[in-house]
């Protein structure tokens, strides 16, 4: 870098056309920009990757039939008891997914016991639900319409007899679902769900600078990332997710409730395996859009997002991440911000 500094000032020496001055200096400049960030940008295309287009299932394959007859499923309060919920009442779509809430309310005005994630992205997810207990979207759709708390639907049977009284259903079940006899099932119910949720994807400018474009991040961005990766947080938020790719206890040091102020202690994953190991383990989240999905973790217990990334600093990594660092890694975090396409929106 120093040879081509040098051998810069020395044509700019024997210039004398103020213009092609200017330019010798401006093409000094990119070159120093562009090597200043080089091995950032090869390291975070090997971390995490660009995010694709669609959540291909092959025992669910998309087509346009389903994704629409699962598009109206969503948006439709109908797939609850009184009429008063859909699921994007807990997971809207104008808002990233998610209702900006600790915890949703149900049918009957109950609160749920954990935070409602978004559901943009979620296709990717190894598993669903922060304790894992579903494998993929298709299977996790039909959990909240008979949650007793939350959309409380008696059954799966009670769900299909409401809907066989419902025209456009009985037709577009039929439309999408040629072969089975009968169509409308609870089963398909949840195949057109899932996918529709498997189109819920949001590119950002952060796929783009993975894909090769140097550019698409500003100088801040970049910083950002670096404090992101060097402070250990690739360890769980890595990949084309950031996340949603593995299980981690939250709190490898420390009891997390103390930081967070959580009002309730959740066993998280070992309620669901018994496993004395499982014990405050959740799905790590996925940092997608997470500038506007607050508030944070399981239980919603921390709005602020510069306060999370201080606590998981503390919880997960045993580092006293700086308010410097922390307010570097929100200015990348919010390249991971991306938007739904309109006609998948209600």
């Known amino acids: 870098m120093k040879k081509i500094l040098i051998y810069g000032i020395a044509i ?3 210039m ?10 401006e093409n000094i400049v990119v070159e120093e920009k562009t090597d200043q960030y080089a091995e ?6 090997n971390l995490f990757g660009v995010l694709p287009t669609i959540a291909e299932n092959p025992d669910n394959p998309i087509t346009d039939e389903k994704v629409e007859l699962g598009r109206m499923l969503y948006f439709d309060n109908r797939l609850s008891k009184d009429n008063t919920q859909s699921c994007n009442t807990c997971h809207n779509l104008n808002t990233f997914g998610v209702d900006n809430k600790s915890f949703s309310e149900g049918n009957d005005g109950k609160l749920g016991g954990r935070n409602s994630p978004t559901t943009l992205n979620a296709a990717f997810h190894f598993a669903q639900f922060w304790d894992g207990r579903e494998p993929n979207v298709e299977a996790q759709a039909g959990g909240p ?8 639907m008696p059954s799966e049977k009670a769900v299909i007899q409401k809907l066989s009284k419902i025209e456009k259903y009985v037709d577009a079940f039929t439309k999408t679902f040629p072969n089975d006899k009968p169509a409308m099932t609870y089963e398909n119910l ?3 769900i899932g996918a529709f949720e498997r189109k819920l994807v949001t590119p950002s400018k952060f796929d783009t600078y993975i894909a090769g474009n140097n550019d698409a991040l500003n100088n801040e961005e970049k910083d950002g990332l670096q404090a992101f990766i060097n402070s250990g947080c690739i360890a769980c938020h890595s990949g084309s997710m950031l996340g949603g790719n593995m299980y981690q206890k939250f709190g ?3 009891d997390y409730w103390t930081l967070t102020k959580s009002t309730k202690i959740d066993n998280g994953r070992f309620d669901v395996t018994k496993n ?5 383990v959740f799905k790590v989240p996925s940092l997608r859009n997470v500038e506007k999905t607050a508030p944070y973790f399981h239980d919603g217990s921390v709005q602020d997002l510069k306060e999370s990334i201080i606590i998981m600093g503390k919880t997960a990594l045993n580092k006293d991440i700086t308010e410097e660092d ?3 890694m929100i200015v990348f975090l919010k390249t991971l911000t991306g938007n739904l396409p309109n006609e998948l929106k209600q």
Request: glycine fraction near 4%.
């Open 252 to 254: 490898l040091f420390g």
């Open 326 to 328: 922390a307010n570097k």
């Open 12 to 14: 700019t020496a024997l």
């Open 145 to 152: 319409i008979l949650n007793p708390i939350e959309m409380a």
């Open 276 to 280: 004395e190991a499982d014990k405050y």
């Open 190 to 192: 949840k195949k057109a």
């Open 40 to 45: 950032l940008n090869t390291q975070a295309r």
């Open 16 to 25: 004398s056309c103020g213009e092609n001055e200017n330019n010798t200096t």
